[in-house]
């Protein structure tokens, strides 16, 4: 492994390798408190993402290493028209390993043909945002022990989340896999993704109904409704409240259930949600970190 | 019409009616010295009718851009007067600087060096997708 562009680069047996660090580093963090030292990471945020970059520059502190970098395209070389590709040759004269955010698809994957030292893809457009599908599975792996056989229900907006697609495709490679597809018509999950999902074998379903669903699930990955996937406002506001996580439907789950989110939420969780232990989402923040941290000492070859 | 037997050279067959023209401008045969013919709407057994382009000297092509253009196209090496190599071609696993990326949002859109490049993501439908933002290519060259 040299780059992490899109999740599928990772064999299933690499992702558990990671997991598995992630999930040492979290148990005995002053281990790791000085692996990086002397290293530095390059963030290189050419659209805004304060949470995605600071869950960056939070694992690579927490290795002892150094951040630098930016956090806009102004305040970059991009403003005077350089190239991606020129952008990460130059950058990989400072910086040991790079994590690049851009509103253009592909951006990171030209930026590891071209850069000397290891790109993440912290997120492109709508695209891969692979970091946060690793974020999910340690949540889900550390929540429940594991992913073989869970019935796993992706609520909201399975039409264009990028976050949904890739958790769909990491998770359809373990056995026993059942996924509820949880949606209004109109936001329903592309052709090409279902035709994925049969190609794994997986077993799915699709409804309408979170009510409906709720039984059967083992984790809830919720995402957002949004007013601006609608032809109408009419259509927006009688599907928003059917998606719309509040304690009343949580009470139909299971006591084991586990309910994620991406983050940031709007009103699809109800805040009345967050203190039920069945809640993993801020848990899940906190995954995000580990798992970073897990995946630049991967990267830099300084793992366990 | 009679086109004569050549000694040496390649002959694309079974050509799609009709895409004769447009292998031959993709692969720049106007660029060759050696002589080229262009036979259109030759009669076939198989496809009923078909094109055909006979090269009279052996010069390398890009059989990746041909396969993707029109997978059924047999290319015969001949040297000597004999069939020295048949070859038919499958669809190729990528395709570079044929097909253009219309996706206003992938980074070739704003980066205009990039070599815009499709891999093969489904081998029964013929579906190819751009290696940067995975968008689906229409078929055919633009």
């Known amino acids: ?304 | 019409m009679v086109i004569g037997q050549i000694e040496n050279g390649i002959v694309l067959d079974h050509i799609t009616a009709g895409r004769g023209r447009e292998i031959y401008d993709i692969l720049e045969l106007d660029r060759l010295d050696c002589m080229v013919a262009l036979i259109k709407n030759a009669d076939s057994v198989k496809m009923g009718k078909k094109d055909i382009i006979k090269v009279n000297e052996v010069v390398d092509l890009d059989l990746d851009v041909i396969g993707y253009l029109d997978p059924g196209i047999t290319v015969n090496v001949i040297r000597d007067g004999k069939l020295a190599k048949r070859t038919r071609l499958a669809l190729p696993r990528r395709v570079c600087g044929v097909i253009r990326c219309r996706n206003p949002r992938c980074i070739t859109s704003v980066e205009q060096e990039l070599e815009h490049v499709f891999r093969l993501s489904d081998s029964e439908e013929g579906v190819y997708r751009c290696i940067y933002c995975d968008t689906r290519a229409e078929r055919g060259a633009e």
């Open chain 1, 1 to 304: 492994m040299k780059h992490l562009i899109d999740i599928l680069d990772l064999s299933v047996e690499e992702v558990e390798r990671l997991l598995e660090l992630a999930g040492r580093i979290q148990d005995a963090p002053a281990d790791y408190a000085e692996r990086c030292r002397r290293k530095k990471l390059a963030t290189l945020f050419f659209e805004p993402s304060t949470r995605t970059r600071l869950s960056f520059e939070a694992a690579m502190y927490e290795l002892g290493g150094n951040v630098l970098g930016f956090s806009e395209a102004q305040s970059s070389s991009a403003a005077k028209g350089e190239s991606v590709s020129d952008t990460v040759r130059t950058v990989g004269c400072y910086a040991d390993i790079i994590a690049m955010r851009h509103p253009k698809e592909g951006a990171p994957l030209v930026a590891s043909l071209r850069s000397p030292v290891p790109v993440i893809n912290a997120g492109d457009g709508g695209h891969n945002h692979p970091t946060q599908t690793l974020t999910d599975l340690m949540t889900i792996r550390r929540e429940l022990g594991g992913f073989s056989g869970l019935t796993v229900g992706l609520c909201g907006d399975l039409k264009f989340g990028r976050t949904v697609h890739s958790l769909l495709a990491a998770l359809s490679r373990y056995p026993g896999v059942r996924f509820v597809l949880i949606s209004p018509e109109e936001l329903r999950l592309p052709e090409y993704n279902k035709k994925a999902l049969e190609a794994s074998g997986a077993d799915w379903r699709e409804t309408e109904s979170l009510e409906e669903a709720m039984p059967e699930l083992d984790v809830l990955y919720m995402t957002r409704v949004q007013r601006e996937r609608f032809f109408n406002e009419a259509d927006y506001l009688r599907l928003r409240d059917s998606y719309i996580l509040t304690p009343e439907k949580l009470g139909a789950a299971r006591a084991d259930m586990r309910v994620l989110h991406p983050l940031p939420r709007v009103n699809e969780i109800s805040v009345a949600v967050d203190d039920d232990p069945r809640a993993a989402y801020f848990r899940q923040v906190r995954n995000g970190k580990f798992v970073r941290m897990a995946l630049i000492l991967t990267l830099l070859g300084l793992g366990d």
